[in-house]
């Protein structure tokens, strides 16, 4: 038996984010907690939804200690605004950065015996849903706003936890490119890497089946058509993106990832690195360590790509196009796909045992060992 979990509603498009204040008054929600990071509050992203609040007379506070990886203290300090505020529903802006501790908040205030952030790991025994949340992401990459997935970091032990929890899926998505417009070339990058490395584990992973493949190949061709042109900026490939990256989520969400996300999660707790670009970094060595393990699905890797020709080639011609497919893609939006000055070798060790804990590995279709993890590692040095 296959489970398939998605939102409740979604709104798709430009200016979307105008269906906020309806959804939030025919839902009865009274007191809103905006959970939004800093610099979108500074530059005026956040406004553009707190400012459709104020115009509706919708009360709100906003909560905005969230840093790039999200914190245990993070967590911990937001349950304690959102008692304060005496709010009844979470609207998150931002990236998964913001949309992760909205929905560590929104469990820990509904299920309080969870309060230890850290027992929240894994897939958390939680008995009640979240605090509805109402999800608009400002990146096009986490796919956040459709999943039941969150990561937390624990900066004292150096490690990122996954949380998997069907309880904490937002109610409400609301995925406006206008929202995205403002991100820089990098981010844009980096983020859009993340949503083509969730589309091909997904794709590839062991819980895979013709539903989610359905909706991972489709996410893999719109993004690969679409990422440079939300490089550039173009309004084309924005709201491509947008739509991409948010099909990815509703199927890796419900089937997991693999090997590649365990190593970005280790490189993100020990060098803060941000998530979509070790993502990014890791995925065409993720993708070739993986080829022997993924019968056919390379060739229609290779086809959503827009690679030509597939039907003719061999096995391992298809295997290697669509490596080098995602890797030209990779480099032309200026994402460098190794790690040399980056990683130390007395860390290498260490971080492979992370990342062989780490609960997206066991997803991953060919398996591995921490020693792979290492060599995996290293080929990228």
Known sequence: MNKFMLNETSYHGSGAITAIPEEIKARGF???????????VKFGITAKVTDLLDKAEIAYTVYSNIKPNPTIENVQSGVAAFKEAKADCIVAIGGGSSMDTAKA????????????????????PTKKPCVPIIAVPTTAGTAAEVTINYVITDVEKKR????????????????????MSSMPKGLTAATGMDALTHAIEGYITKGAW??????????IEVIAR?????????????EGMALGQYIAGMGFSNVGLGVDHSMAHTLSAYYDMPHGKACATLLPAVMAYNAEATGEKYREIARAMGVPGVDAMTVEEYRTAAVEAVRRLAEDVGIVTSLSGILKEEDI?????????????????????????????????
Request: include cysteine; proline fraction near 6%; charged fraction near 30%.
């Open 105 to 124: 908040i929104g469990i820990i205030i509904t299920n309080p015996e969870f309060e230890d952030v850290r027992s929240l790991e894994g897939v958390a």
């Open 30 to 40: 009274k007191k809103v907690f905006v959970a939004s990071d800093p610099d979108l």
């Open 160 to 179: 990122k936890f996954v949380c998997v929890d069907a309880h904490d899926i937002p109610v409400v998505a609301v995925v406006d490119p206008d929202m």
């Open 349 to 381: 060790h260490q971080m492979s045992v992370d990342a062989y804990n780490d609960a997206c590995r066991p997803g991953n279709p060919k398996e591995t060992s921490v020693e792979d993890i290492e060599a995996l590692y290293r080929s990228l040095m």
């Open 226 to 238: 679409s990422l440079r042109g939300a490089c550039e900026n173009t309004a084309d490939g924005r």
């Open 210 to 219: 013709e539903l989610s493949d359905m909706f991972h190949l489709k996410a």
